[in-house]
């Protein structure tokens, strides 16, 4: 028995997971805004499962979002932030998920607010959203095209988009231009709210140099996967 207890608390010490909330708040030393609990099917749209139905009334994952909206209301209620990147420290924790909804119930609230797939290198956006990816932001970025000419409509109410784009093959360059600066600034100016989707943190510094352009960034953090 004791020889069990030994490797069960062996195995409890390296394994470096976050599992709680409070865990996440020591590690970072700041407050987490929101916690979105693992889907079920019925909080998955039909037709496109990377989206809540939110119109369908008050599933966990639903009121989830609308209390991360809340909170992200009222974490300076002088000067709310408007402008934000979404990103995480690697890939496969929910960013891109997380990006969508977030645009999407603050759009339920009235607002109106563009979602950018800045993820220039595996955009996942467009897929959630079933819109094309043609043109984008590396067309406004690298002076191609202008942001009014690029921007679709979606099939969601008070949501535009703003996709990747081509692929390019200096990211972190157009994303630390001048010219991204002044597109955030114009957003700034048309929209209530700007959702800017970013690669993770770790691998690349996409996100970090977009963070320094807005009002920060939310980093999204997967429990018992995220190190």
Known sequence: PAFGVGIAFLLHTLDRRVKSKEQVEA????????????????????????IVPFKAGHSPA???????????????????????????????????ETAVNLALVLAEAGSRVLLVEADL????????????????LTNVLSGQAAFGDV???????????????????????????DTAQRLVKELRAKYDYVIIDSPPLLPVTDGALLARITDGALLVVRTNRTT
């Open 151 to 177: 921007v679709p409509e979606t099939r969601q109410e008070g949501v535009d988009l703003l996709a990747c784009g081509p692929p390019s093959s200096n990211p972190s360059e157009l994303l630390a231009s």
């Open 121 to 136: 290198r595996r955009p996942r956006v467009v897929e959630y959203m079933s819109m094309p990816d043609g043109v984008g």
């Open 27 to 50: 590690i970072a030393g700041k407050p987490v805004v929101g916690t979105i609990p693992f889907r079920r099917e019925e909080d998955k749209e039909r037709g496109a499962q990377h």
């Open 62 to 96: 639903a009121e989830a979002f609308r209390r991360l909206r809340t909170n992200l209301q009222f974490l300076n209620v002088d000067n709310p932030p408007r402008v934000f990147v979404l990103t995480s420290s690697v890939a496969v924790e929910g960013k891109s």
